[in-house]
């Protein structure tokens, strides 16, 4: 494969937001059998976020990202060409969450639509948001990573229910104008672990009827251990190979942004890839799996640290299977943004 273009697609700012309800491994404790100790230990998840106001849902996290967004980038939502939504947890099945996102925000020029590539869902958003400002044709383009989990998840089910947290993360791409931005992706998506990450019914496979809620299958189903096993190979694998045909290194790379679904996993992606820990990104500790919120949410975390220059890669993993790496330039000060 040819090494793509240098790009002109880049971030130019990152808001996240997190409900206020925090749901600790001790509620956990009271709702199923399972303990902090094993929690802690199993996964390095302490506490999630959980959405637990009436008539709220997915959209509405992620507008509150993208209002905050906008207000520190000083960019109005009629300003807004394009609006891409990396979610599982849609509003409603149709129609799509971006549009719903659109009228919650006021972009009124814009259009939109979801991309539904589970954990990976931000990367996925992030490559296709990037190939729309590239074409020159659009400036303004927001890419959002949010997911209300807890509206999936079985609290019956203590190999899942102790995972998933609710978040968003939204960021604005822009034309880059400093020459940093995105410079290389590896996107993947082979459908060959669909059946050990899925939410069974629901779709036109296994429309919902009496029988799909009874037998629980509205909620998400993981066989954990593919899962892990095949997670640390793909990320592993796609860091490497963006790594290698970019002809850099560890010691170039500033940060590396993975997925957050367990400790253990991201242990073992920066283990076999030799990279320091203290260059990777972890937040999974307090708010859990937010599925396709994690990476964004871990940049914005980090934003304040953030330089221009800086080599970055992003990497996830999740149902499909899904997976791959993004590797890119940070393009501004993140010590000088000032957030209200
Ligand atoms: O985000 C996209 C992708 N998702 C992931 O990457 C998640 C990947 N998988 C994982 O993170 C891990 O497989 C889990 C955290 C889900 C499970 O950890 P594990 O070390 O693979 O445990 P296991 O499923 O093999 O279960 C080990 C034992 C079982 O008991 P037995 O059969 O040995 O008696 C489980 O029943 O732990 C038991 N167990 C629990 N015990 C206490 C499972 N969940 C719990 C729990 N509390 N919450």
Redesign the pocket.
């Known amino acids: 494969m040819t090494l793509m273009a240098r790009t002109s697609a880049k971030i130019a700012g990152i808001q996240g937001y997190v409900p206020e309800y925090v749901l600790t491994n001790a509620e ?1 404790e009271q709702m ?4 902090d100790e ?2 802690t230990s ?2 390095g998840i302490q506490e999630r976020r959980i959405l637990k106001e009436d008539g709220k849902a997915t959209s509405d996290m992620a507008a509150e990202a993208v209002k905050g967004l906008l207000a520190k980038t000083n960019i109005k939502p009629e300003d807004i060409d394009l609006t891409i939504c990396g979610t599982v947890t849609p509003d409603t099945v149709f129609p799509d969450t971006a549009n719903t996102i659109n009228s919650k925000i006021g972009a009124s020029n814009a259009w939109g639509f979801d991309i539904n590539a ?2 990976s869902g931000f990367l996925y958003a992030l490559s296709t948001g990037a190939r729309f400002v590239e074409s020159g044709k659009y400036k303004k383009v927001l890419v959002i990573g949010v997911d209300m989990m807890s509206s999936i998840v079985d609290y019956q089910d ?6 998933f947290g609710d978040g968003a993360g939204a960021v604005l791409l822009e034309p880059s104008d400093n020459g940093f931005g995105i410079v290389d992706e590896i996107m993947r998506g082979d459908g060959q672990g669909r059946d050990y ?1 899925i939410m069974k019914a629901g779709g036109s496979l296994n429309p919902p009827s009496a029988e799909t809620v009874a037998r629980r299958e509205h909620f998400v189903h ?4 593919p ?2 096993k095949a ?1 640390v190979k793909g990320m592993t694998d796609a860091v490497r190979l963006i790594m290698e045909r970019n002809d850099i290194t560890n010691d170039d790379v500033s940060w590396l942004v993975p ?1 957050q ?2 400790k ?2 991201i242990s073992s992606v920066s283990n076999a890839l030799d990279f320091p820990l203290a260059k990777v990104m972890m937040n999974i500790e307090r708010y859990g ?1 937010t ?1 396709a919120a994690t990476i964004p949410l871990c940049l914005w975390e980090w934003e304040s640290k953030l330089q221009p220059g800086d080599k970055i890669i992003l990497t996830a ?3 499909g299977f899904t997976w791959g790496a993004i590797y890119l330039e940070w393009s501004y000060d993140g010590a000088l943004v000032v957030n209200s």
């Open positions: 956990l199923v059998e399972t303990s094993w929690i199993r996964t589970a954990c203590r190999a899942t229910c102790i995972l990450l993981q066989e954990g251990k899962v892990f997670a997925h679904a367990n253990r996993i799996n599925t993993f999740g149902g």
